[in-house]
């Protein structure tokens, strides 16, 4: 076989780890995981009621146009339908933008470390890859603008940034978008967007209008609380849509996922209260990192990265052992910090109070010299 050479040097996405093989491993009866970003608190009510209310066809193709939520979802947005391409989560999105835009003699610029999937995907296209590495877990945007040349295509920005946390505010945000060629397409990931709020995050969709060379991405995966259900959506003006749509798979996303979206958006109250709840579990581990002098970075998402002076995956393991899945910075390119999604109250309590052991256990150690 001729595989394309670049594939044989990427591996597989590695999950956070599944709660039965965590159950299995360790004999524990209750694993809480707190790994991927996932709403502790599932989804809406509402989205219960519409998939168990409505009949859909097993036999029949989901609508390729998603219809229903592209009305939907344009009416909430207040853009055109137009504006809107949807896909199997906004992971599909940075794979059909980088199958559009990307080949080996183009480039593109990302920040690092940030969301994984960019880089992966640029590799597999076999394009330049530019990383400009974060200072104090911001995006350098100047130094960004540098590393774009004559052969860009794709320019990443992940605001809030997976895994720090952190945002691009609005001042930044405009006099980069004012200073990037018009050729090249400007990628903003707003996986967290429900979560922010800073009052200089900015209106991105407003943004949309003004630079044409500006892409949105958003998703259902996070606050929406419907990551199995797989449903992301971009936004962009029409150019930049229908130039994109012969990339797209004609059925990308399932009939249950787009009826889930569409009840999904009715429900305001939830997303809300998901959002206040999330302010104050952050507070928890504000307030654990201040009392044990470790530092974070504050966050505007629904995750917090911990930097514990250790192996990320010491901490990862202690936690795990006691029935907590988290993501160790090793693979996130934090090696000693950890990432914690927020959960709920007790969630957050009980973590905080295996983690407060773990200090108490390192720091003796620490004393003793081992
Ligand atoms: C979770 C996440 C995604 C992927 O979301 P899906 O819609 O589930 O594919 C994309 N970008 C970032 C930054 C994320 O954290």
Sequence with gaps: MRWKEQLLTLTPYQPGKSIDSVKRQYNLD?????????????????????????????????????????????????????????????????????????HPDASTVMAAPTFSQYKHNAVIEGAVIKEVPLVNGDHDLDGMLQAIDEKTNIVWLCSPNNPTGTYIPENNLVSFLDSVPPEVLVVLDEAYFEYAVAVDYYDSIVLTRKYQNLIVLRTFSKIYGLASLRIGYGVANPKIIAALEPAREPFNVSSFGQLAAVAALSDKEFVEECQMVNRKGLEQYYQFCEQNQLTYYPSQTNFILIDF????????????????????????????????????????????????????ESRVEQHQGK
């Design 30 to 102: 209750q694993i809480v995981k707190l790994a991927s970003n996932e709403n502790p608190f599932g989804c809406s009510k509402k989205v219960l009621s519409a998939l168990q209310s409505h009949e859909v066809g097993f036999a029949i193709y989901p609508d390729g146009y998603a219809t229903n939520l592209r009305e939907s979802l344009a009416a909430f947005l207040r853009v055109e339908q137009e504006e809107l391409i949807f896909g199997n989560g906004s992971d599909n999105l940075i794979q059909i933008i980088s199958r559009a835009l990307l």
């Design 309 to 360: 002076n250790e192996d990320g995956d010491k901490v990862f393991q202690y936690l795990l052992e006691r029935g907590y899945i988290v993501r160790s910075g090793k693979a996130l390119g934090f090696p000693t910090s950890v990432r914690i999604t927020v959960g709920s109250f007790e969630q957050n309590e009980g973590l905080l109070k295996v983690l407060k052991e773990f200090l108490r």
